[in-house]
């Protein structure tokens, strides 16, 4: 099996700020005739921070909800920092890891279109672009292996548990008996592809990574692993896993990309 390396990882993957952002014929205004309180429970059904105020149809300022809380009814200017372009999702996940704390507003063709808050994160575009991140990373990993020690039982053996192998073996023969077989790497767990990297000096030394533990501890990438590998759970649940999650995904592009540059050099040796 051979793959196309002819590309790089980053945060261009996935969909666009616009696929999980609120429209703006659904925003929700602060104004006059609406009272504290039940601006205050729209905020915290929407997961809202911030309400747009406008003049004349045009969005000119925007109100904390915690300035709301304690009646502080001084409005913040809109200005270019509160803006961002209909750019990928990987890239807003980046800026609300740096700041938490506030919404953005979407710009198509220099016309404001929507609004995207922390909470959208939770939306399944979101969800996917992480998933899709996951995915190339699993794969290049695999290749990597496959190439670097090989695929079948004998190669890899002196790198893994014989409890890793045993389960790796037994779902192959419960898949063999659906007339599906591949060589065993591909029934391993990402845990045990990990652990053959450990395990493997010049593979690590390729990586630089110095020792086992660290080698472990930078690729399992538990936070996001756990977060996409089942369907109910949420990619946010607070606002501190955003840190979390934008972490892991940073490293796993970087891991990524050395990679695919590895798999090219063995490509071209």
Known sequence: ??????????????????????????????TEDIDRKTLLKIAENKGYTYFPIQENGVIV?????????????????????WLIAAEPILHLLELFAKDNTRNFFVLSSSEIVGLVSPADLNRIPARASVYLLVANFETLLTELIRREVGETLEKLRRFLSENSINKAIKTRQQEQNEDLELPIIHYLQWFDLVDVIAEHETLRSKLDLSGKTKTKNELKFNTVRNTVAHLNNLLIKSKSDIEKINDDCSRMIRYTEQ???????????
């Open 61 to 81: 300022s925007i109100m904390p909800v915690k300035d709301i809380k304690q009646n502080k009814l001084e409005s913040i200017p809109l200005t270019s920092d």
């Open 259 to 269: 990679f695919i540059q590895i798999l090219n050099n063995l490509n071209h040796s």
């Open 1 to 30: 099996m051979s793959y196309d390396l002819k590309y790089t990882v980053n945060r261009q993957i996935g969909y666009s700020v616009n696929e999980i952002s609120t429209p703006k014929s659904r925003f929700d205004y602060l």
